[in-house]
Protein backbone atom coordinates (compact mmCIF):
# COMPACT_ATOMS: atom_id res chain seq x y z
CA UNK A 1 0.00 0.00 0.00
CA UNK A 2 1.42 3.36 -0.47
CA UNK A 3 0.90 6.40 1.01
CA UNK A 4 -1.00 9.36 -1.07
CA UNK A 5 1.99 12.41 -0.48
CA UNK A 6 0.08 15.60 0.09
CA UNK A 7 0.34 17.78 -2.63
CA UNK A 8 2.36 21.35 -1.49
CA UNK A 9 0.21 24.46 -2.67
CA UNK A 10 2.52 26.84 -3.19
CA UNK A 11 2.10 30.40 -0.93
CA UNK A 12 1.34 33.63 -2.72
CA UNK A 13 2.90 35.99 -2.14
CA UNK A 14 1.79 39.66 -1.99
CA UNK A 15 3.59 41.58 -5.25
CA UNK A 16 5.92 43.92 -3.47
CA UNK A 17 4.66 47.09 -5.61
CA UNK A 18 1.09 46.32 -4.33
CA UNK A 19 2.23 45.88 -0.34
CA UNK A 20 4.13 49.52 -0.97
CA UNK A 21 1.01 50.66 -2.60
CA UNK A 22 -1.32 49.64 0.62
CA UNK A 23 1.54 50.62 3.20
CA UNK A 24 1.57 53.96 1.74
CA UNK A 25 -2.33 54.06 1.86
CA UNK A 26 -2.56 53.19 5.44
CA UNK A 27 0.12 55.90 6.50
CA UNK A 28 -1.87 58.46 4.77
CA UNK A 29 -4.90 57.47 6.13
CA UNK A 30 -3.50 57.61 9.68
CA UNK A 31 -1.67 60.87 9.15
CA UNK A 32 -5.35 62.21 7.58
CA UNK A 33 -7.10 61.13 10.63
CA UNK A 34 -4.24 62.86 13.34
CA UNK A 35 -4.63 66.00 10.88
CA UNK A 36 -8.28 66.13 11.14
CA UNK A 37 -8.42 65.21 14.98
CA UNK A 38 -5.55 67.92 15.58
CA UNK A 39 -7.46 70.45 13.52
CA UNK A 40 -10.71 69.40 15.29
CA UNK A 41 -8.56 69.96 18.94
CA UNK A 42 -7.16 73.49 17.70
CA UNK A 43 -11.52 74.46 17.64
CA UNK A 44 -13.68 75.64 20.44
CA UNK A 45 -15.86 72.95 20.25
CA UNK A 46 -13.51 70.18 20.94
CA UNK A 47 -13.14 70.51 25.18
CA UNK A 48 -16.90 70.80 25.22
CA UNK A 49 -17.40 67.35 23.02
CA UNK A 50 -14.84 65.50 25.78
CA UNK A 51 -15.83 67.46 28.76
CA UNK A 52 -19.29 68.33 29.54
CA UNK A 53 -17.91 70.38 32.49
CA UNK A 54 -16.93 72.55 29.03
CA UNK A 55 -20.12 73.25 28.00
CA UNK A 56 -21.07 76.33 29.80
CA UNK A 57 -17.71 77.97 28.61
CA UNK A 58 -18.05 77.20 25.24
CA UNK A 59 -21.64 78.61 25.21
CA UNK A 60 -20.06 81.88 26.87
CA UNK A 61 -17.65 82.08 24.69
CA UNK A 62 -20.03 82.08 21.77
CA UNK A 63 -22.61 84.33 22.82
CA UNK A 64 -23.19 87.62 20.59
CA UNK A 65 -21.21 90.71 21.84
CA UNK A 66 -22.66 93.58 22.85
CA UNK A 67 -25.69 92.43 24.22
CA UNK A 68 -27.28 90.87 27.31
CA UNK A 69 -26.47 87.29 28.26
CA UNK A 70 -25.85 84.76 30.66
CA UNK A 71 -22.43 83.49 32.14
CA UNK A 72 -20.66 80.04 32.97
CA UNK A 73 -22.49 80.02 36.33
CA UNK A 74 -25.91 80.60 34.59
CA UNK A 75 -26.26 83.76 35.79
CA UNK A 76 -27.64 86.46 33.83
CA UNK A 77 -24.99 88.97 32.32
CA UNK A 78 -26.32 92.84 31.39
CA UNK A 79 -23.68 92.94 28.74
CA UNK A 80 -21.37 90.02 27.19
CA UNK A 81 -18.57 92.39 26.66
CA UNK A 82 -17.93 92.37 30.24
CA UNK A 83 -16.98 88.98 29.77
CA UNK A 84 -13.52 88.67 27.82
CA UNK A 85 -13.78 85.66 26.25
CA UNK A 86 -16.80 86.75 24.02
CA UNK A 87 -14.80 90.53 23.70
CA UNK A 88 -12.26 89.34 22.84
CA UNK A 89 -13.35 86.76 20.29
CA UNK A 90 -14.36 89.03 17.06
CA UNK A 91 -12.14 92.03 16.90
CA UNK A 92 -10.48 94.44 14.96
CA UNK A 93 -7.44 95.07 16.88
CA UNK A 94 -5.23 92.14 16.32
CA UNK A 95 -4.10 90.46 13.09
CA UNK A 96 -6.67 87.84 13.85
CA UNK A 97 -10.41 88.36 12.88
CA UNK A 98 -11.15 85.52 15.74
CA UNK A 99 -9.38 84.56 18.52
CA UNK A 100 -9.83 80.98 19.74
CA UNK A 101 -10.31 79.33 22.70
CA UNK A 102 -6.10 77.58 22.66
CA UNK A 103 -4.91 81.09 21.43
CA UNK A 104 -4.89 82.46 25.33
CA UNK A 105 -5.42 78.22 26.80
CA UNK A 106 -2.19 77.18 25.16
CA UNK A 107 -1.91 73.64 25.09
CA UNK A 108 1.02 72.10 26.97
CA UNK A 109 0.93 68.31 26.72
CA UNK A 110 1.80 67.63 30.51
CA UNK A 111 -2.25 69.43 31.63
CA UNK A 112 -3.77 68.22 28.52
CA UNK A 113 -2.15 64.69 30.21
CA UNK A 114 -2.95 65.57 33.55
CA UNK A 115 -6.92 66.95 32.65
CA UNK A 116 -7.49 63.51 30.62
CA UNK A 117 -6.57 61.44 33.82
CA UNK A 118 -8.67 63.04 35.99
CA UNK A 119 -11.78 63.09 33.58
CA UNK A 120 -10.97 59.44 32.95
CA UNK A 121 -11.47 58.95 36.82
CA UNK A 122 -14.32 61.03 37.08
CA UNK A 123 -11.78 63.34 39.95
CA UNK A 124 -13.18 66.98 38.79
CA UNK A 125 -15.75 69.65 39.96
CA UNK A 126 -18.71 70.58 37.69
CA UNK A 127 -18.53 73.21 37.54
CA UNK A 128 -15.08 74.07 38.06
CA UNK A 129 -13.36 76.20 40.28
CA UNK A 130 -12.56 79.41 39.36
CA UNK A 131 -9.19 80.12 38.05
CA UNK A 132 -7.41 82.92 37.81
CA UNK A 133 -3.54 84.31 37.61
CA UNK A 134 -0.96 81.71 38.22
CA UNK A 135 -3.45 78.86 37.94
CA UNK A 136 -3.72 79.91 34.15
CA UNK A 137 -0.04 79.99 33.41
CA UNK A 138 1.41 77.37 36.43
CA UNK A 139 1.91 75.21 33.06
CA UNK A 140 3.43 77.34 30.86
CA UNK A 141 5.95 78.15 34.23
CA UNK A 142 5.27 81.85 32.77
CA UNK A 143 4.03 85.47 35.12
CA UNK A 144 0.55 85.30 35.59
CA UNK A 145 0.11 88.76 33.46
CA UNK A 146 2.00 87.05 30.41
CA UNK A 147 -1.65 84.99 30.09
CA UNK A 148 -3.23 88.87 29.28
CA UNK A 149 0.35 90.44 27.68
CA UNK A 150 2.42 89.13 25.59
CA UNK A 151 4.20 89.11 22.24
CA UNK A 152 0.86 88.71 20.68
CA UNK A 153 -2.11 90.58 22.78
CA UNK A 154 -0.98 94.09 25.03
CA UNK A 155 2.29 93.88 23.68
CA UNK A 156 1.91 98.10 24.24
CA UNK A 157 2.09 96.83 28.01
CA UNK A 158 5.28 95.25 28.27
CA UNK A 159 8.65 96.38 29.95
CA UNK A 160 12.02 95.23 28.83
CA UNK A 161 12.03 92.53 30.93
CA UNK A 162 9.07 90.82 29.06
CA UNK A 163 6.61 91.41 31.99
CA UNK A 164 3.25 93.98 32.52
CA UNK A 165 5.08 97.81 32.76
CA UNK A 166 2.68 99.10 35.54
CA UNK A 167 2.92 102.93 34.52
CA UNK A 168 2.29 101.70 30.79
CA UNK A 169 -0.67 100.07 32.23
CA UNK A 170 -1.53 102.83 34.68
CA UNK A 171 -1.28 105.37 31.20
CA UNK A 172 -3.54 103.39 29.17
CA UNK A 173 -6.69 104.60 30.86
CA UNK A 174 -5.21 107.70 31.76
CA UNK A 175 -8.21 109.33 30.24
CA UNK A 176 -10.82 107.78 32.65
CA UNK A 177 -12.71 109.75 35.32
CA UNK A 178 -11.42 106.88 37.70
CA UNK A 179 -8.20 105.56 36.50
CA UNK A 180 -8.48 101.67 37.63
CA UNK A 181 -4.90 101.10 37.20
CA UNK A 182 -3.41 104.02 39.28
CA UNK A 183 -1.49 102.17 42.03
CA UNK A 184 -3.22 103.30 44.59
CA UNK A 185 -1.40 100.44 46.61
CA UNK A 186 1.91 99.81 45.13
CA UNK A 187 2.42 96.87 47.29
CA UNK A 188 -0.74 94.93 46.41
CA UNK A 189 -0.16 94.83 42.14
CA UNK A 190 -3.41 92.93 41.93
CA UNK A 191 -3.44 90.39 38.87
CA UNK A 192 -5.16 91.08 35.40
CA UNK A 193 -7.67 88.32 36.34
CA UNK A 194 -8.85 89.90 39.56
CA UNK A 195 -11.05 91.97 37.39
CA UNK A 196 -11.02 90.84 34.15
CA UNK A 197 -13.11 87.69 33.69
CA UNK A 198 -13.14 85.32 30.93
CA UNK A 199 -16.51 83.83 31.38
CA UNK A 200 -18.60 85.75 33.57
CA UNK A 201 -18.97 89.73 34.36
CA UNK A 202 -15.66 91.40 34.95
CA UNK A 203 -15.76 92.78 38.13
CA UNK A 204 -14.61 96.47 39.79
CA UNK A 205 -12.37 95.11 42.61
CA UNK A 206 -11.93 99.00 43.78
CA UNK A 207 -15.29 98.73 44.66
CA UNK A 208 -13.70 96.66 47.82
CA UNK A 209 -12.98 99.86 48.94
CA UNK A 210 -15.68 102.21 50.61
CA UNK A 211 -14.31 105.53 48.77
CA UNK A 212 -14.97 103.74 45.45
CA UNK A 213 -18.43 102.70 45.62
CA UNK A 214 -20.03 104.87 43.38
CA UNK A 215 -17.42 104.61 40.50
CA UNK A 216 -18.76 104.23 37.28
CA UNK A 217 -18.68 100.48 35.80
CA UNK A 218 -18.58 99.34 32.31
CA UNK A 219 -21.13 98.57 31.12
CA UNK A 220 -22.21 94.80 32.21
CA UNK A 221 -18.98 94.92 35.11
CA UNK A 222 -20.15 94.00 38.42
CA UNK A 223 -18.81 95.55 42.03
CA UNK A 224 -17.03 93.38 44.12
CA UNK A 225 -20.03 92.55 46.67
CA UNK A 226 -22.04 91.70 43.74
CA UNK A 227 -18.99 89.08 42.64
CA UNK A 228 -18.68 88.13 46.36
CA UNK A 229 -22.36 86.82 46.40
CA UNK A 230 -22.68 85.56 43.03
CA UNK A 231 -19.29 83.07 44.21
CA UNK A 232 -21.45 82.39 47.14
CA UNK A 233 -24.31 81.82 45.65
CA UNK A 234 -22.52 79.40 43.29
CA UNK A 235 -20.33 77.41 45.19
CA UNK A 236 -22.65 77.27 48.16
CA UNK A 237 -21.30 74.53 50.91
CA UNK A 238 -24.09 72.10 52.23
Same mark, same amino acid.
Given at each position: ??? &?????? %??????? $?????????????????????????????????????????????? &? %???????? $????PVS? !????????????ATT??? &????? /???????? &???? +???????????????????????????? /?? !?????? +?????????????? /???????? !???? +?????????????? +??????????????????????????????????????????? !???? /?
Amino acid at each position: MTE &EKEEKR %PRKRLDP $KKKATILVAALVIVAAGGLGFWKWHETPGFCAAICHNMDQYLATYL &E %PQNAPGVD $KYGNPVSN !TNAMMSVLHRSNATTGKS &EILCL /DCHHAVIG &EQVS +EGMYWATGNYLDPLDERVGGHLTAWWKE /DS !TRFCAN +ENCHAYLLGEDGLV /DRSKLEQS !TWMM +EFNPHSQYHEAQQM +ECTACHKGHRASVQNCTSCHEHENIALPDGWITATESKELMEK !TFVV /D
